[in-house]
């Protein structure tokens, strides 16, 4: 059933997007991209993921420190007359509490930086887009995901991710020769 619903739903779109395109009179040729590999095979996203991850990889530290710190005082516990025991239950509670407050701030600053970023690259993805559209005389682009069917003459996806490489890479050796300075 949802599969049926999402074969109509695309058919509905093509055939309105089609109907629009005739109805204004729209001249010149309809292309199409995967929006994911142009994504994920950009140059900036992979410098992303790198940094992402390495900030990852700070946390989960941080975390674990904070975790065999808690295990060592629970060790302890054991070991520890009742007045002293008392002490460090209180402070492996505040440990507890401190380390799952650690663990919401840090999911929700990595997952706010991800999502910027995501949003930085789809508006340099968009922007390329139209402007390759315009130069190329394109009326529309669609994402492949909402095709049924496309010739591979309208894949237009390696054409982008080249222009969008070039460019990064021309801006990163520009950054790097003026950082040089």
Not at 153 to 164: A, L, N, P, Q, W
């Amino acid at each position: 059933m949802r599969k049926f619903n999402i074969f109509l739903f695309m058919l509905i779109f093509l055939v309105v997007t089609s109907s629009i395109a005739r109805a204004q009179g729209l001249e010149g040729k309809i292309g199409y991209l995967d929006l994911s590999k142009i994504f994920d095979d950009y140059g900036k996203t992979k410098e992303y993921d790198k940094i992402l991850e390495a900030a990852t990889k700070d946390y989960e530290k941080a975390r674990n420190e904070k975790i065999e710190k808690l295990r060592s005082a629970q060790d302890k516990l054991a070991l520890l007359k009742d007045e002293e025991k008392t002490k460090l239950e209180a402070d492996i509670e505040k440990q507890k509490n401190e380390l799952l407050e650690f663990d919401r701030q840090k999911k929700t600053d990595l997952t706010k930086q991800r999502d910027e970023k995501i949003r930085e690259i789809l508006l340099e993805i968009e922007k390329i887009v139209r402007e390759f559209a315009e130069k190329e005389g394109y009326a529309l682009i669609l994402n492949d995901r909402v095709l049924i069917y496309g010739k591979p003459t309208g894949d237009i996806t390696d054409k982008v991710m080249k222009i969008m490489n070039e460019e990064y890479n021309k801006k990163a050796t520009d950054t790097n020769a003026n950082t040089k300075k």
